[in-house]
């Protein structure tokens, strides 16, 4: 209400005073905007299930930067004081692409360094060492600079996955779970690091051997301004697939660190509901409370 700027908030229907919930921000990609991120990571979906508060922003720009920053803290201070501190077991960041890079930016600032159990990264950069882009990844050849732009693409993409993964190479201060997934498309030959920094800092294990989830049902969402021509590292339409996730078991104070593979898939097929599923539960299985010892 501070700044009269709206967001989702997605919550269970049958929510009670006193519950213990989880406490998701999730943040869309350049081009993009809320509604869409609801669809693209859709964990609306099992909220009931698993008692989860949802916050989905909107950047007026479709780009976030430091002007929205206080925006943001808003949302978290407006929810936390609905909800009561003492009634959130965890809070995470959840970022598609530029979201991700946000969450990547912001988790390095004093209101939420003290805040965040954990960041889940939908292609949004991976802490620990980040895969190489494939070479066909941003706007597919013929797509007017125009619209390239509105959407983010072209060198604006390639230049801001550039300046995402120099803010990678410093870790930030602190420790928190981190989970990142990715469209196995997005990546060059090498695919995935088998190993992460990030892991290792928090005295992780080795990772383990992948363990595949099938779904059978498709995304909702998909980038409609990108299939003429398609360009498969960017996204084609939604579709069944398959997922391997990569966990680093035995991390100190209970922390979660992962590595989630879409298999061919690229940047904006909207995930499908087992692998959504997997993702909600890894971030429940991490210990939380620090939005309890907030200031």
Known sequence: M???RTYFLDYPCDLKP??????????HGAGSYGNWQRHYFPIVDYKDKYRLVIAT???PTRTWSTADDEYLQNIV???VDQIGKENI????LVGHSQGGMTSNRIVRTEFFKERVDGWLSLSGGRLGGSPGRASSFGAPAGLPAAAAARSGGGGTV???FAAAAAALREPPPGEFSFIYATGQREMDDKGIPETSDWAARCKCGPRRKAEE???LKAGYVYDSTRQNPPNPSWG?????????????PDCQDGMVVADVVRIDKGHTEGLEPKITEELVKLMLSAKGGKIQQAR
């Open 18 to 27: 006193g519950e213990k919930v989880t406490f998701i921000l999730s943040l």
């Open 158 to 160: 390639a230049a801001a």
């Open 213 to 215: 989830i099938v779904d």
């Open 89 to 92: 077991k965890a809070f995470w």
């Open 77 to 79: 201070n407006s929810v």
């Open 236 to 248: 084609l339409l939604p579709a069944p697939g398959k997922a391997q996730v990569y966990v680093y």
């Open 57 to 59: 922003p909107n950047s």
């Open 2 to 4: 501070k700044s009269r």
